[in-house]
């Protein structure tokens, strides 16, 4: 897996960093290319010569000097570095560097070579255990994990300054199966296809206060436009109201109603390849929408709330789609779980429909984990084990990837 492969390793101030060298020699003595860039900091704890003998490159650390390996001026280092890799990982990551990153601060190559970067990343975050758990770090790092960010935990234990607590850099194996993971799973294999993902739940207005809606995340829609940018992808993300960061090199559009996405959609559609519709669409709205708050009145014990269907709109691709465009459906269940799916794949003209119920669990909303059943027009039916939804989306996009 790693043989020939372009390794960027982002090396920064940590006592961990000595550990980074074992890292940088197994990368290699695996057949990868490995190029090191260190910042200041993490000069004080290894020497650039150090990772300058292991890697077999010159070290970048500094904007403003050439560096021989990256083969252009100094204007444009920090461009060819992120050209080069297939993968950067940054081993230790300190908290000073993720709250960096988290920001879009860019005063050091490193930090410049990660918002540069179109390749994925892996954050191995390495510091004391109060600096781990202190909430600004935990949503430093919860916030790059949303955007694409694969973020490899930190092992317990001794610490260097005498406590004990998460913080250790993982064993290098761990690292190293994770960079094999994710090379696995950013293979360029969907490069220049143009894919649409719907996510998330839609609001329908009662008044400008109160609307009606569903318990939908938008994780799985997400893990999908992540997992398919990684791949190469075109990617436009049409999402309802949900409080998630926008996956890396991803298109977002927000909407809020049904009718809302609808239009986003079916705007969309006819130049995509791809639509993947993951959003938990309300099917029903109000008839009528107060233009004022509608106040509770006295002695009235009941309020009756006149409904009307919203635009079908995966029923609507499906009869208008072009040509070549492959059309992907979601169904979650509580009953009658597969002969649903496949009631809904065949009357919405589907080629796959990913089935989850909630009595599965780890299914449902909210979850990092799914359990889910594909079905594909010709009948065909898989059901998939509890995985991170990350995975869940590259099994899906395995599955169209063929059909493509």
């Known amino acids: 897996m790693l043989r020939g492969k372009h390794i960027l390793v982002g090396v920064t101030g940590g006592i961990a960093a000595y550990k980074v060298c074992y890292l940088v020699r197994d990368l290699r003595k695996a057949g990868a290319d490995v190029k090191v ?29 050439l560096n021989q390996s990256t ?9 060819a570095l992120a050209n080069w890799a297939e993968v950067f990982v940054i081993a230790p990551a300190s908290a ?19 918002l540069a970067s179109r390749c994925p990343i892996v954050l191995a975050p390495t510091m004391d255990a109060d600096m781990y758990l202190n909430p600004v770090t935990q949503q430093n790092i919860n916030t790059l994990r949303e955007r694409g960010y694969v973020v490899v935990p930190p092992e317990e234990g001794d610490l260097a300054s005498g406590l004990k607590g998460p913080g250790r850099l993982p064993e290098l194996q761990i690292i190293i199966d994770t960079i ?9 294999d969907l490069k220049g296809k143009k894919i649409l993902v719907t996510a998330g739940p839609t609001h329908e207005a009662i008044d400008p206060v109160r609307f009606i809606g569903n318990r939908s995340s938008g994780k799985m829609g997400f ?12 990617v436009t993300l049409v999402t309802g109201p949900v409080q998630l960061e926008t996956p890396r090199n991803v ?99 589907l080629d796959l429909i990913v089935l989850n119920s909630l009595k599965d669990k780890g299914a449902g909303f909210g979850s990092d984990t799914n359990v889910v059943t ?6 065909k039916v898989e059901k998939l084990p509890l995985m991170s939804k990350f995975d869940v989306a590259n099994e899906i996009l395995n599955r169209l990837k063929k059909l493509l």
């Open 37 to 65: 860039i260190m910042t200041e900091a993490a000069g004080k704890f290894v020497t650039p010569l150090t990772f300058s003998a292991l890697s077999g490159h010159d070290v970048a650390g500094d904007l403003w000097t």
């Open 71 to 79: 083969g252009s001026d100094i204007g444009t280092q920090h461009i």
């Open 96 to 114: 000073n560097s993720i709250a960096k990153m988290t920001y879009g601060l860019s005063d050091n190559l490193l930090t410049i070579v990660a």
């Open 180 to 188: 094999e993971r994710v090379l696995s799973t950013s293979a360029q």
């Open 223 to 234: 893990a999908l436009a992540n997992a398919a940018s990684l791949r190469g992808a075109h």
């Open 251 to 349: 298109t977002r559009v927000n909407v809020e109603s049904a009718e809302e996405m609808y239009v986003a959609v079916t705007a969309r559609a006819r130049t995509s390849d791809a639509v993947l519709m993951a959003a938990a669409v309300a099917d029903f709205r109000p008839q009528t929408a107060a233009n004022n708050k509608i106040k509770k009145e006295a002695g009235k014990k009941q309020f009756s709330l006149a409904l009307t269907e919203t635009q079908d709109i995966l029923h609507a691709l499906g009869q208008k789609r072009k040509k070549g465009t492959l059309l992907v459906g979601f169904a979650l269940e509580t009953q009658d779980e597969l002969r649903n799916a496949r009631e809904k794949l065949k009357k919405k003209n």
């Open 374 to 379: 594909i079905v594909d027009k010709k009948g």
